[in-house]
């Protein structure tokens, strides 16, 4: 599921260079769900800068991450502690334990489907704004799903997202303290939008229709 991981460890590999390509298997979940199950290929080239050799044989332990644009990082030394950038899994559950009744209301789906769901808003975030803290990430979902998913085509928002580019958890005050005004001009979908950055191509078709 995205946000997850540290779940395969593989032993034991000789590794040369700073140049890698890698490789992967990977089935789409959303269209799983409508019936088809095809297994999809993908690679990249990655690269990693010199590093230190840990001295216990039990640190020498090489991740691999995966995000949503399809890019890859390698860190090594790595923790195995969930050292993940983009927490998918914490932004679901603040969703879940503050507004689980209205997702429902608006889309009624499966706890797995909404966690996708939610996930996805998550890797737009990242896609389009680079946001990464956990609470800036609550606050995009929220305000996508639940007020309105072109909410940052406001100018107001845009200019937000744009004066708190590289300032963790900035976002995220600045959209609690949204004024009223705002927030109702979003909820009811009365505002001149602006510009706002494109997804590349082929990536997150929109699971954001109600059923």
Not at 17 to 24: C, S
Not at 51 to 75: K, N, W
Not at 105 to 114: F, T
Not at 125 to 135: A, R, S, V
Request: aromatic share 10%; charged share 25%; hydrophobic share 35%.
């Amino acid at each position: 599921m995205p946000g997850s991981g540290e779940g395969s460890l593989s032993c034991c590999y000789a590794l040369k260079g700073t140049e890698f390509i890698v490789r992967w298997d990977y089935y789409d979940a959303d269209q799983w769900q409508a019936g088809n199950k095809e297994l999809l290929h993908a690679e990249t080239k990655v690269s990693m800068p010199p590093s230190q050799i840990p001295e216990p044989m039990g640190d020498r332990i090489l991740e691999v991450h995966f995000y949503p644009d399809r890019h890859v990082e390698l860190v090594f030394p790595g923790a195995l502690l969930g050292s993940t950038r983009i927490s998918a899994s914490d932004v679901t559950r603040w969703m879940f334990d503050h507004y689980h009744k209205q997702l429902d209301l608006l889309y009624p789906d499966r706890d797995d489907q909404q966690f996708r769901r939610i996930a996805r808003e998550v890797a737009i975030g990242w896609l389009k704004y680079q946001l990464t803290d956990t609470n800036d990430l609550e606050q995009y979902a929220y305000y996508s799903l639940l007020i309105n998913e072109r909410f940052d085509s406001h100018p107001e928002v845009q200019k937000i997202l744009q004066s708190t580019r590289s300032l963790p958890g900035k976002f995220s005050d600045a959209m609690i303290g949204l004024p009223t005004k705002t927030v109702s001009a979003l909820k009811q979908n009365k505002f001149q939008p602006v510009v706002v950055p494109n997804l590349p191509d082929g990536l997150l078709p929109a699971l954001r229709a109600k059923e």
